[in-house]
């Protein structure tokens, strides 16, 4: 499957921006998929995941309140809704994806086949 990120931009402090995540080449609802974030100097950290159905999802205590992950198969579309963002916050974005999730919540890089080439979020204080 190949993915694809959109949405990132520059936003102030407090703001909001919804990033999206396409697939094709397979039947997206195949596939868990998260969000994983890279700040400038650190490494890659996971933020989010939600199941194949979209029924579950899973999310880092920074974002928790905030970030809503959310998927629409018809689309083979995946969203992350970001709201009261902050200037930490600012990463490039990349989605990923990878078989069904199982009984727990898979969140290393090495756990996922597929990414997506990243979308740069900017926060400004």
């Known amino acids: 499957v190949q993915l694809q990120a959109s949405g990132g931009g520059l936003v102030q402090a407090g703001g909001s921006l919804r990033l999206s995540c396409v697939a094709s080449?397979?039947?997206?609802?195949?596939?868990?998929v998260a969000w994983f974030r890279q700040a400038p100097g650190k490494e890659r950290e996971f933020a989010t995941a939600?199941?194949?159905?979209?029924?579950?999802?899973y999310y880092i205590e920074s974002v928790k309140g905030r970030f809503i992950i959310s998927r629409d198969n018809a689309k083979n579309t995946v969203y992350l809704q970001m709201s009261s963002l902050k200037p930490e916050d600012t990463a490039v974005y990349y989605c990923?994806?990878?078989?069904?999730?199982?009984?727990?919540?898979?969140?290393?890089?090495?756990?996922?086949?597929?990414w997506g080439q990243g979308t740069q979020v900017t926060v400004s204080s």
């Open positions: 990923a994806a990878r078989p069904p999730f199982g009984s727990h919540w898979l969140t290393e890089d090495h756990d996922f086949d597929y």
């Open positions: 080449g397979d039947t997206f609802s195949n596939y868990g």
């Open positions: 939600i199941s194949w159905s979209g029924t579950s999802t």
